[in-house]
C-alpha cells in the first residue's frame, strides 16, 4: 500500500511524514512522530484521551485520518508546557490532585484549555459541559472541575 506524505505544523513546528490512508492521526502522533503524550482510550472517539486541537478546534484524534492534517495546525499536550514550566492548568491540576493514572489528563487538560481559550471566565455548569466528552475512570470530576475554575481565575488574574 503506498504511503501519502503529509506536510503539516504540529506544536508550532513544521513537520512532514509518511502514513497510509487508514492511519489515524492519533496513530500518527504517538507511531510515526513519538509524541506520547496523546493517548488512546477507546479509540472510538468516546472517551477524549486522545483530545487535540486541529487548527483551533477541539477533536479527538482517533476520529482524523493522518492524511486529513495535511496544512493544518495541530496542538497535542506536549505543548502546554514551556520547557519546564507548567502551564496554569497543570500545576492547579497538581495541586488540586485531579488526577490518578493519568491516562485521561492529556485530554482534559487540552480540553480544558480549548475551553479558557474561548471563555476565561467559565461557571462551574460551562466546565462541566465543555468537559462531557472525556472521561476519567479514576476520580470524580469535582478536583478536576475545580483545578480548571482554579487557573481560570489566575490565568484571568483575578
Known amino acids: 500500500m503506498a504511503k501519502h506524505r503529509v506536510t503539516t505544523t504540529v506544536n508550532g513546528d513544521r513537520v512532514e511524514f509518511l ?4 492511519q489515524s492521526l492519533l496513530e500518527v ?19 477524549g484521551a486522545c483530545s487535540i486541537t486541529m487548527d483551533g478546534r477541539l477533536m479527538c484524534s482517533c ?7 495535511e496544512g ?10 514551556a520547557g ?3 502551564h496554569a492548568l497543570q500545576r ?8 490518578q493514572c493519568g491516562i485521561c ?11 479558557l481559550e474561548r471563555n476565561p471566565d467559565p461557571t462551574e455548569e460551562e466546565v462541566r459541559y465543555w468537559l462531557a466528552g472525556n472521561l476519567c475512570r479514576c476520580t470524580g470530576y469535582h478536583k478536576i472541575v475545580d483545578a480548571v475554575l482554579d487557573a481560570a481565575r489566575e490565568m484571568r488574574g483575578a
Open 92 to 99: 492547579k491540576f497538581l495541586e488540586h490532585a485531579a488526577l
Open 19 to 22: 502514513c497510509e490512508t487508514h
Open 84 to 86: 519546564t514550566k507548567l
Open 29 to 47: 502522533l504517538r507511531d510515526e512522530l513519538g509524541l506520547t503524550g496523546t493517548k488512546e482510550g477507546c479509540g472510538t472517539g468516546d472517551c
Open 72 to 81: 493544518k495546525s495541530i496542538q497535542t499536550i506536549e505543548s502546554m508546557a
Open 105 to 115: 489528563t492529556p485530554g482534559i487538560l487540552i480540553a480544558a484549555r480549548s475551553l
Open 63 to 69: 476520529l482524523v485520518l493522518g492524511v486529513e492534517a
